[in-house]
């Protein structure tokens, strides 16, 4: 999907592509929190943003530039 390294103009297909994987996320006074969407129709379950680093190959730089993104555009 990337070649390794992940610009600001991608963030919003990221964004779609998590989305089709089932992940969602909100923002709360803490921070964002990300949820992964139950096939069994039980409900979202919490997910760490490590686990989704680890998981999308995203570094710990580019992943707080995405989640800053995220912040300031509110899609």
Known sequence: MFDGTIHKSDYPLLLHRMREDGLSYTLTFGGVEWYISSISEHGNYKVLPSAIRKAWGINQSTW????DWLVEVRE
């Open 64 to 67: 707080r530039k995405f989640v």
